[in-house]
């Protein structure tokens, strides 16, 4: 079946699509760095660089749509939606334009003819609502009474760690596919934990290197180290009598306990943001070992190895030579896992 993609970022989110069937033949997106990347792991789509919000790109990315084209997926940008984000109120969400580039992907739908529809967003995107015919309404409300006589839509919360993927990521997902035409829900699975998924791989500290693909430690400050070598597993530095985090007039820090904190290895790993790379951010910390001397081993965040495992990414995944470390976190943290995108399409019948 081929397909178009909108807000496709890097293309995190069709690494496994072709394995279910699915072929993205034109794509659109906003940053060039990202659509660079989406270009050259995806070499036979047509990336078309712009905002879709602007109608020369708009109506460039509709044309290039041909009829056999049966599948869209779109994921707008969740920046205004998230609850890292600077956005926390209703109000606040209604007022920033970011969370309005969903009309654009009615304007898409409205003038081509898919058979099956995946729009994916972070888990407030169910909850928000936006302004239709005079009055507030939600999402689905909205797709339901615009498109109900055409399209079956469905709407659920999936969270990644339910459908074996290490790492707890609630996502919103919304369903539109033709009457007549079946598309399952993908069926949960048992959570595999942090010490299953990457209990592994070599230990490391700050800017250590292994032998293995990807698996190198980004460097840390020294107090971030020392900190973070006397916290225990599933801990935060903030809850230390002593080696907390402090300022430079050597004031303690204050902060909520889910920075400066270690991953658990009995659990997945939380969800990962685009600052996966500090320390001092959300629950980043790889979970470390009591070492002999009462202190912990791999005071850092996870390498890219260890964060791909818990995205469903490739371990020994072939990106291209210019990529850096922090733009591939910033893409990773960004997207939805791939695993879960994949086990949602998976579910399309095509043979309907």
């Known amino acids: 079946m081929k397909g178009a993609s909108m807000f496709s970022s890097a293309g995190i989110a069709e690494t496994y699509f072709k394995e279910a069937g699915i072929d993205i033949c034109v794509a659109n997106e906003l940053i060039p760095k990202r659509a660079k990347f989406y ?23 509709i044309e290039s749509i041909d009829d056999d084209v049966k ?45 099956y529809i995946l729009i994916e967003n972070v888990s407030r995107f169910l909850t928000m609502y936006f302004p239709y015919k005079d009055s507030f309404y939600k999402l689905e409300e909205i797709l339901k009474d615009l498109y109900s006589d055409k399209y079956n839509v469905e709407a659920e919360l999936l ?16 369903k539109m596919f033709k009457k007549g035409k079946k598309w399952d829900w993908p069926e949960t699975q048992s959570e595999i934990t942090l010490k299953e998924a990457i209990g592994d791989l070599p230990s490391l500290e700050s800017e250590e290197i292994s032998s293995l693909k990807h698996h190198y430690a980004r460097k840390h400050t020294e107090n971030h180290i020392n ?18 985090p402090v300022k430079k007039n050597g004031e303690k820090v204050k902060g909520f306990k889910s920075t400066y904190k270690r991953m658990r290895w009995d659990a997945p790993a939380p969800a990962v943001t685009m600052r996966s790379d500090a320390i001092s951010s959300q629950e980043n910390v790889h979970p ?31 990106i291209p030579e210019w990529t850096t470390d922090t733009f591939m976190r910033q893409i990773i943290g960004e997207g939805v896992p791939p695993e879960l995108s994949y086990k949602i399409v998976k579910g399309i019948d095509q043979n309907d």
């Open 39 to 61: 270009q050259e792991m995806y070499p036979d789509s047509n990336m078309i660089v712009g905002d879709i919000r602007e109608r020369e790109i708009k109506d460039e990315f």
């Open 71 to 115: 599948f869209l997926i779109a994921t707008p940008p969740c920046q205004g939606l998230s609850t890292l984000g600077m956005n926390k109120h209703l109000d606040q969400m209604q007022s920033d334009p970011r969370n309005y580039l969903v009309f654009d992907i009615l304007d898409v739908i409205d003038k081509k003819d898919f058979d």
């Open 159 to 174: 969270n990644a760690k339910d459908y074996g993927i290490p790492q707890s990521r609630p996502r919103a997902i919304i």
């Open 227 to 244: 900190w973070m070598k006397h916290t225990p597993t599933g801990h935060s530095a903030h809850e230390n009598k002593e080696h907390f």
């Open 288 to 318: 470390g070992r009591k070492l002999s001397d009462g202190t912990y081993s791999d005071a850092r965040v996870l390498t890219l190895r260890e964060l791909f495992i818990v995205s469903s990414l490739p371990e020994d995944w072939n």
